[in-house]
Each structure stands twice: as C-alpha cells, then as structure tokens.
C-alpha cells in the first residue's frame, strides 16, 4: 500500500502556525460515492440533531464565554491530526483540512486573525472529555456526530456538514456492504458513532476498535482486519493515500457533524452558529469543500441551519 506521510503529532501547534494560504492541490480522482441519504426531519430519539442550538444573536458576541476566549486572545480547538482531508497535520507542520478551514473562520470572526487560533491534538475517544476539562479547549472540529447521549453531555452549534458512514476494503475483496462482513474483523475509532454502528450490526461482523484512524490503515495493510466503516469524509482521505483501497457506495446512515463547545456555553454556541451562518453565505464553505471534497465526494451545498429558537 502506498500512504501518504503525515506528520507525526506530539501536542498541538503554537497560535499562529496551523494556518498557510499556500494550500496544496485538491486531491484527484473520485471513487464513485453515492450522496448520503437526505437528513430527517428529527432524529429517532430523544432530541432532534437537526434542530439542537440556539440562532444566532447580536447578544452573543458580547456574552461571557466569548468574552473570555476574546481576552486570552487566542481560540484553543481540539482536531484530530491524522484525518487526511478533513483534519490532518502535514508533512510541514501545519493543520490542514476541511475542519480546519473552519478553525481559522472562527478565529477571523473572533479577531480579525485566522492564524490566531491554537490546534490541541485530540484522539476521538477525548474528545467530550477534554472539552468538559477546564482550560484544556474552546471547542472541539474533528468530524464530530451530534447524537441524543452527547448533546446530554456537550453543546453543538447547528449542522455544518452531513456524512455518511460507510465502508472502505480493498479493491478486488468482493465485498459489497457491511452486510458481506459478518465474523469479519472491520475498524473503527473508539468513542465513534461507527464503531457503535459494527458493533450493532445485524451481520455481526467482529468490531476493533482503535485510539487513531491511521492505526485502522495500518491494521489493513497487515491483512488484520477485512474492512474499515467510518464516515464517507474519513474514508476519502484514507483512499487517497492508498490507491489500492475503495469506498463501498452503500451509505450506513448519516453523520450530520457539528461544532462541540462546553455545556451551557450558550452564547458561545449562538456566535458560533453565527459564524457559521456567515460562512456558508459567503462561500468560504463552498471553497473549502471544492478544496478538499469534491473530488472524492462530489458536488455539495451547505446543509443549511436549524435551530432551536
């Protein structure tokens, strides 16, 4: 298999060096994906996904969370760091990616300085866990599923992305879905959606779970586990780095992603949301899906807000 290199991460970057305007071309070549199922009106359960956080207000750039992050005078995000397209560091040292992108938005809008803005290395099973730790992050932009059980625990902004889970095995391996995978080995990260997902199939595939999505790449090249099943965005950089492997069409569900910010940190949430809505309407979401997505994904639009209010 051939992998691209990616930058070993110790911690996190100093404000300021997680940000280049002198990105490298979009990746090429699409494998096919098919569009992921069109979001529900709610969510089956509890809570509706689609509709969790408050709209935007003038009042919410002057609230106390925001006037907090403004007076230390830089914006700590946790990302993932090795999630090649959506949130990776790179071979120079510098956070790039889809949720990044996003990263230095907010900053702008915070500061007038998208470098202002300090990346803190989180694997995904941290993520609610050092975003509830005082002082350790802001907010946390790493391909995060707003669900029921972590809205009880966290607060998101509205939608900013839907995803879809689904399955990325070698080329040539004959299976079709993860239905084809029962006592099969397929990974996952633990404290995801997917990994939840493999463990409840009804194929009963035998579900591994690891701390880094690099390490599930690594597990297949080893002939150690038969498939990987994460969103669609994940799955596209891991085909990108290796020609060898595909991404099944088959959407699992969707994975509508949102900005995950401390509980009760409503102002936050609604300058966030505002943030965003500017961002979409703008174009800088659209750029940076060209950027980064397009080629593998194809076309997309804005999943447009809802909100609780």
Request: a negative charge.
């Amino acid at each position: 298999m051939t992998v691209l290199a990616l930058a070993t991460v110790s911690a996190c970057a100093d404000p300021g060096t997680g940000f280049t305007s002198a990105q490298p071309s979009a990746p090429a070549g699409a494998f096919g994906a098919t569009a992921p199922p069109a979001p529900p009106a709610a969510s089956s359960g509890s809570c509706n996904v689609y509709a969790s956080s408050p709209a935007p207000s003038a009042s919410d750039a002057t609230g106390k969370d925001v006037a907090a992050i403004k007076s230390r005078g830089v914006l700590k995000v946790g990302v993932a760091a090795d999630q090649y397209l959506t949130g990776y560091l790179g071979s120079d040292g510098v956070e790039q990616g889809f949720d990044i992108d996003l990263a230095h938005a907010i900053a702008q809008a915070l500061f007038g300085n998208p470098n202002a803005v300090q990346f803190v290395a989180l694997s995904t099973d941290r993520r609610i866990p050092d975003l509830t730790a005082p002082t350790t992050v802001d907010m946390v932009i790493d391909t995060m599923t707003i669900t029921c059980d972590r809205l009880s625990k966290v607060g998101f902004s509205a939608v900013y992305y839907n995803a879809s889970q689904k399955v990325l095995v070698e080329k040539g391996s004959g299976y079709q879905s993860l239905a084809d995978l029962g006592g099969k080995n397929v990974c996952a990260q633990s404290g995801s959606t997917s990994i939840s997902l493999i463990q409840h199939a009804a194929s009963k595939p035998v579900a591994i779970q690891v701390t880094d999505i690099s390490d599930c790449l690594v597990l297949l090249e080893e002939n150690k586990v038969s498939a990987i099943s994460t969103d669609d965005t994940i799955l596209a950089g891991l085909a990108q780095q290796d020609p060898n492997l595909e991404v099944l069409p088959a959407a699992l569900e969707t994975e509508p992603y949102g900005i995950a910010v401390p509980h009760g940190e409503t102002d936050l949430e609604g300058y966030v949301n505002g943030v965003l809505a500017h961002y979409e309407a703008d174009g800088g979401w659209a750029a940076s899906y060209s950027h980064w997505f397009a080629g593998s994904l194809g076309a997309a639009n804005p999943p447009g807000a809802r909100y609780s209010n």
